[in-house]
């Protein structure tokens, strides 16, 4: 059984930082690509950051670049989003979500949901 736990999230005022884990069980993903979304009330699902977990190539929105950096620790098999200089508008439910292929790329799609097979619950960040 595959699952995704999120954890890290939190309240936090402009431009301080949180670190975001999605820890995975049941499946080993050393070579997959792993993506964070996050969406506010009344808002679409947006894409944030993704990242093939072989090599570590990394993909961001443009709004949080230079900001967030995601990262993983395959031992672990873990994915983190380090998010600094937080700002109001990143306020929102981050999910993360992985692609069970194994040593399929990322590339252009690391934000489109139907590649994603496996979703957490989500973890809340306000940011005031």
């Known amino acids: 059984h595959v699952q995704l736990v999120e954890s890290g999230g939190g309240s936090v005022q402009a431009g301080g930082s949180l670190r975001l884990s999605c820890a995975a069980s049941?499946?080993?993903?050393?070579?997959?690509?792993i993506g964070w979304f996050r969406q506010a009330p009344g808002e679409e699902r947006e894409g944030v950051a993704g990242?093939?977990?072989?090599?570590?190539?990394?993909y961001y929105v443009d709004s949080v670049k230079g900001r967030f950096t995601i990262s993983r620790d395959k031992s672990k098999n873990t994915v983190y989003l380090q998010m600094n200089s937080l700002k109001p508008e990143d306020s929102a439910m981050y999910y993360c979500?992985?692609?069970?292929?194994?040593?399929?790329?990322?590339?252009?799609?690391?934000?489109?949901?139907?590649?994603?097979?496996?979703w957490g619950q989500g973890t809340q960040v306000t940011v005031s």
């Open positions: 979500a992985a692609d069970s292929r194994h040593m399929t790329y990322c590339g252009p799609s690391w934000s489109y949901e139907g590649r994603f097979g496996h």
């Open positions: 990242i093939y977990t072989a090599v570590t190539n990394a």
């Open positions: 049941g499946y080993a993903f050393d070579a997959n690509c």
